[in-house]
């Protein structure tokens, strides 16, 4: 076989590998965000992006192309409007506890008068359940109700350590408080907190989901519900509808898919933890955790010795992603992303958040465009059409039988000459 001859065959041999092999490390996807002016945007991160782009969102970038054809980077920040919550302390001294007909009294004498709206117990006693009267006074003669009937309870066994202690109430503005608990005996106040709690509200996505499987285990003890997205989304927060009226406080966990893997014996789901807690009929089921980007939950309930819960239904939320972004010129903007291999970008714009108006210009973007960088598109239908296959094989058993043909000729002619 000629040296030349080799060297075709294996190239011709090798033709599908080097398809396969190519590959584009650039952005798969654009969106077109207009033609913008100079100055500052507020651009809103629509939810099917999420499932597209790395998952710190390293990977989005945007870009201006002026009028006379010039590309320059668009520099952003990623803004996450979680809220926040600021805590202002009261000092505080107990004076005068008393005990009478209706239970122990404890009086809170404020050091100044300022808005307060928590006041936060703690108790030596580990099992309770109380339903106490808050009352304010400016001169300890008359009193006024601030909260009535709040129920506190602290639980402590083999399955939960629970307690809900903190009485919440509208902002007052009172220079004695009196906590009035009807308990049988006197309570072990230990130390308590007098404070005001400023909140920030967050904003959120409402999400879709759907409980795909429920599963009661262990003679009823655990109760196991799936929850499916309809697309992966950055959750944070799940609200849990219970329909019993009963009182309960059940431990849970709530878990997400990290990957799966099928197996001779069927698929094998792995979840890692998002968040642990009790539910309860004492306070709101609404739990909030750190983002993390989902499309199916794992809920495990523990009932102990109880009967099952019965859970209406549940709000899965996620908070609202957008991106501040600054135009220094006059351009036609896009916004990539879908690139796997890229990092987190480093804007001077991270250092100067301070100086973003409060006043910004919010844009929409457009509809999402598949660049033709995508290689599964351009790939798969090369090695998948019969066509293709049929006539790679057809030109190597040619080739192959003309090279046997030669062969055979030369030896033939070798013998005659002989």
């Known amino acids: 076989m000629s040296p030349r001859f080799k060297t075709y065959l294996v190239a011709l041999l090798l033709l599908p590998a080097g398809l396969l092999m190519a590959d584009n490390n650039g952005y798969h996807y654009r969106r077109d965000l207009g033609s913008l002016s100079s100055g500052w945007y507020k651009i809103g991160l629509p939810d099917s992006l999420f499932g597209k782009t790395n998952t710190d969102l390293s990977d989005i970038r945007i870009y201006g192309v002026t009028e006379h054809g010039d590309t320059s980077p668009v520099p952003y920040i990623i803004d996450v409007a979680t809220g926040s919550e600021n805590e202002v302390n009261a000092p505080f001294k107990i004076i005068n506890p008393t005990h009478n007909a209706t239970g122990y009294n404890y009086t809170f004498a404020v050091a100044t008068q300022q808005t307060i709206n928590r006041i936060e117990l703690h108790f030596e006693e580990q099992n ?24 506190i309870v602290a639980i402590k066994n083999q399955l939960t350590d629970y307690g809900f202690t ?91 898919l990290t990957d799966s893997l099928k197996t001779e014996k069927g698929w094998v789901y792995n979840y890692s933890n998002l968040t642990e807690g009790v539910l309860s009929s004492v306070e709101p089921n609404e739990f909030k955790f750190g983002k993390r980007l989902c499309q199916r939950l794992r809920l495990t309930v523990q009932n102990g010795d109880n ?24 351009a036609n903007c896009y916004m990539l992303y879908g690139n796997k291999i890229a990092s987190t970008p480093d804007y001077d714009l991270s250092k100067f958040q301070n100086k973003i108006p409060d006043s910004t210009r919010q844009i929409t973007p457009g509809g999402e465009e598949v660049l033709a960088s995508v290689p599964a598109k351009q790939i798969h239908p090369l090695l998948e059409n019969k066509a293709w296959l049929w006539g790679i094989m057809a030109c190597i058993i040619l080739l192959l039988g003309l090279f046997t043909f030669k062969m055979m000729a030369g030896v033939g002619n070798s013998e005659q000459n002989q």
């Open 307 to 330: 009967p099952g819960l019965t859970i209406k239904s549940f709000v899965v939320k996620g908070y609202v992603y957008s991106l501040y972004a600054r135009v220094a010129q006059p």
């Open 128 to 151: 309770f359940d109380w339903k106490v009267n808050l009352s304010g006074s400016q001169d300890l003669q008359h009193w006024q109700p601030v909260v009535e009937n709040y129920r």
């Open 166 to 256: 903190t009485l919440l109430f509208p902002d007052a503005k009172y220079r004695y408080y009196r906590v009035q608990i009807p308990a049988a005996t006197q309570p072990n106040l230990l130390n308590a907190k007098v404070f005001l709690k400023i909140l920030k509200p967050g904003f959120y996505n409402d999400y879709w989901c759907s409980a795909t499987n429920m599963q009661v285990l262990n003679k009823g003890k655990t109760m196991v519900v799936d929850l499916t997205l309809h697309q992966p989304e950055p959750v944070s927060y799940l609200k849990i509808q219970v329909g019993d009226s009963i009182d309960y406080e059940r431990p849970f966990v709530l878990e997400y």
